[in-house]
């Protein structure tokens, strides 16, 4: 099932602010990086990075043409 095309403009801002939020969370310190990795299940950190990637890769699937994939699908 792919993504509704009508939400690529709020994926893009969503990319935005994932990657603002990353920016912002290696800008904690040591200390409490640790205290979040430790308290917390999962790492903050990868589960960030995961929700970015998941993000990004939805995006890249709305540019793709809709045309190309129904001929990869016969």
């Not at 912002?24 to 929700?51: N, P």
Request: some cysteine.
């Amino acid at each position: 099932m792919r993504p509704n095309r009508k939400d690529l403009r709020r994926l893009n801002s969503i990319q935005s602010m994932s990657e603002n939020l990353q920016s912002a969370y290696h800008g904690l310190t040591v200390e409490t990086q640790t205290f979040l990795r430790e308290e917390f299940r999962g790492e903050t950190e990868l589960k960030l990075r995961d929700f970015s990637t998941n993000v990004s890769e939805a995006i890249e699937e709305l540019k793709k043409p809709i045309k190309a994939k129904k001929e990869c699908s016969e």
